[in-house]
């Protein structure tokens, strides 16, 4: 923890509950001292017995969040100022949406326009803004189910082979959708199997805009998160890489990393910096990127308008995230740019899963250097939070994953999927 006598009063409040709340309640503490409130749906494992936040319960409706935010508000006795988060998209739109009255009520709200949030959470709209400035993207086919229900509706042809992925354009769209086997993201194998997906999504009802895009080789490692800050004046102050090992295999958390290393990459930052400025984007932002083994061009396939479940890996990179915000939104003050370039190991996994799945031997030199240098952090292993129940539940997750990982993605189909990746890198090279 480190604090100075010119810190100001900061209280942060925070809706959500999942691991990524954590890693910014403990980026707050281990700078200020102060303890976070977090209004969630749930008690859930990763903020559950901390004694680093107060919890707040409230119903999930948009209006039940606002109000739960207004009577925290309204208790309010000291002069500390309220900045307000969350790590889900479709709470960011809530909270953007309600700006004004949220602002009036006391808090600072450090997210960029509504209108823009709106746009730039649409990831079809996103590739467009990518297109204009030349950023690199998957070739992708835009599915509109708007008009889905009318007679004679035809899905757009799909032009490129499969394999291909399939997600929707808008998770906030898509959130409340209901049918059986759901997934955030999908693999399709074939044309028969895309036409069943696109079945189930007309008969749930599903009207927003479906992504089909060529399926960029290579596993897991092959993927890249950016973490960025653009403060109020509109200069991105904070940027961040990272390069992943290993992703979340469940079919809900199917994309999420569960372990990567701070690897700060000059061309995604200096990408991620020109897509701010040509959108005039506010805020933390967090882009997913793959780099593309047959041609060595990282494409850019999405922006979240939030600093992302993983953010922890930033501060643990050396630059703290709540720092860099309050600076700008509380205290006014005009940073110069920073970029976390800390190699340091970040794993929510056991590390026995990282030996066997990191299949590169070069990557897993590195990775297993890391852990003897014990530069490795675990965003829920805090020392100023250490109590017998989170010690509990960080051993039962990780126990978790491993059976997860066993059951979902053993390790004869991740060999199969990389040796795949190579031969076809192979053939694009001759």
Same mark, same amino acid.
Request: proline share 6%.
């Given at each position: 923890?480190?604090?100075?006598?010119?810190?100001?009063?900061?209280?942060?409040?925070?809706?959500?509950?999942?691991?990524?709340?954590? !890693?910014?309640?403990?980026?707050?503490?281990?700078?200020?001292?102060?303890?976070?409130?977090?209004?969630?749906?749930?008690?859930? #494992?990763?903020?559950?017995?901390?004694?680093?936040? $107060?919890?707040?319960?409230?119903?999930?409706?948009?209006?039940?969040?606002?109000?739960?935010?207004?009577? @925290?508000?309204?208790?309010?006795?000291?002069?500390?100022?309220?900045?307000?988060?969350? =790590?889900?998209?479709?709470? &960011?739109?809530? +909270?953007?949406?309600?700006?004004?009255? +949220?602002?009036?009520?006391?808090?600072?709200?450090?997210?960029?326009?509504?209108?823009?949030?709106?746009?730039?959470?649409?990831?079809?709209?996103?590739? /467009?803004?990518?297109?204009?400035?030349?950023?690199? *993207?998957?070739?992708?086919?835009?599915?509109?189910?708007?008009?889905?229900?009318?007679?004679?509706?035809?899905?757009?042809? &799909?032009?490129?082979?499969?394999?291909?992925?399939?997600?929707?354009?808008?998770?906030?769209?898509?959130?409340?959708?209901?049918?059986?086997?759901?997934?955030?993201?999908?693999?399709?194998?074939?044309?028969?199997?895309?036409? #069943?997906?696109?079945?189930?999504?007309?008969?749930?009802?599903?009207?927003?805009?479906?992504?089909?895009?060529?399926?960029?080789?290579?596993?897991?490692?092959?993927?890249?998160?950016?973490?960025?800050?653009?403060?109020?004046? !509109?200069?991105? *102050?904070?940027?961040?890489?990272?390069?992943?090992?290993?992703?979340?295999? *469940?079919?809900?958390?199917?994309?999420?990393?569960?372990?990567?290393?701070?690897?700060?990459?000059?061309?995604?930052?200096?990408?991620?910096?020109? +897509?701010?400025?040509?959108?005039?984007?506010?805020?933390?932002? =967090?882009?997913?990127?793959?780099? $593309?083994?047959?041609?060595?061009?990282?494409?850019?396939?999405?922006?979240?308008?939030?600093?992302?479940? =993983?953010?922890?890996?930033?501060?643990?990179? #050396?630059? =703290?995230?709540?720092? &860099?915000?309050?600076?700008?939104?509380?205290?006014?003050?005009?940073?110069?740019?920073?970029?976390?370039?800390?190699?340091? @190991?970040?794993?929510?996994?056991?590390?026995?899963?990282?030996?066997?799945?990191?299949? $590169?031997?070069? +990557?897993?030199?590195?990775?297993?250097?890391?852990?003897?240098?014990?530069? &490795?952090?675990?965003?829920?292993?805090?020392?100023?939070?250490?109590? @017998?129940?989170?010690?509990?539940?960080?051993?039962? /997750?990780?126990?978790?994953?491993?059976?997860?990982?066993?059951?979902?993605?053993?390790?004869?189909?991740?060999?199969?999927?990389?040796?795949?990746?190579?031969?076809?890198?192979?053939?694009?090279?001759?």
């Amino acid at each position: 923890m480190s604090t100075t006598p010119t810190d100001p009063a900061v209280r942060p409040v925070i809706v959500g509950s999942d691991i990524g709340v954590y !890693g910014l309640a403990r980026a707050f503490h281990e700078r200020y001292g102060v303890r976070t409130t977090v209004v969630a749906f749930a008690e859930p #494992g990763p903020i559950a017995g901390s004694r680093i936040i $107060d919890l707040r319960l409230c119903g999930s409706a948009d209006e039940e969040i606002v109000a739960a935010l207004l009577q @925290l508000a309204a208790e309010r006795t000291g002069p500390e100022r309220l900045v307000l988060l969350t =790590n889900m998209d479709w709470v &960011v739109r809530i +909270l953007a949406h309600h700006r004004e009255v +949220l602002e009036a009520a006391g808090y600072v709200v450090p997210f960029a326009d509504a209108a823009l949030i709106d746009r730039i959470s649409d990831k079809a709209e996103f590739l /467009a803004a990518c297109t204009e400035i030349g950023v690199p *993207t998957p070739a992708t086919v835009v599915q509109d189910f708007a008009a889905a229900q009318e007679p004679g509706w035809q899905p757009e042809p &799909v032009p490129f082979t499969f394999p291909v992925i399939a997600k929707a354009a808008s998770s906030a769209d898509y959130h409340a959708v209901r049918f059986a086997g759901k997934k955030k993201i999908y693999e399709i194998a074939s044309q028969a199997e895309l036409d #069943g997906l696109y079945a189930s999504l007309r008969e749930a009802g599903y009207r927003g805009r479906f992504l089909v895009q060529d399926m960029v080789p290579g596993d897991d490692t092959q993927m890249r998160s950016v973490t960025t800050y653009t403060d109020t004046s !509109g200069r991105v *102050t904070l940027v961040a890489s990272a390069r992943v090992l290993l992703e979340e295999r *469940t079919p809900a958390a199917r994309g999420n990393p569960s372990a990567m290393i701070v690897e700060p990459v000059p061309e995604l930052l200096e990408a991620a910096r020109r +897509l701010h400025e040509h959108t005039g984007w506010r805020g933390f932002a =967090n882009f997913d990127v793959k780099l $593309d083994p047959r041609d060595g061009v990282y494409r850019f396939l999405e922006q979240n308008p939030r600093i992302g479940r =993983n953010n922890y890996y930033v501060t643990a990179g #050396g630059v =703290n995230v709540a720092e &860099v915000l309050v600076d700008d939104v509380v205290r006014g003050v005009r940073r110069e740019p920073a970029v976390a370039d800390r190699e340091v @190991l970040y794993a929510v996994v056991p590390h026995d899963l990282l030996r066997r799945y990191v299949l $590169d031997p070069a +990557l897993r030199a590195r990775v297993v250097g890391l852990m003897r240098a014990r530069t &490795v952090v675990h965003p829920l292993r805090y020392k100023a939070d250490r109590t @017998l129940k989170r010690a509990v539940y960080v051993l039962t /997750a990780l126990t978790n994953h491993r059976r997860k990982y066993r059951t979902f993605y053993p390790p004869a189909e991740l060999r199969r999927n990389h040796e795949a990746a190579r031969a076809a890198a192979v053939r694009e090279a001759l």
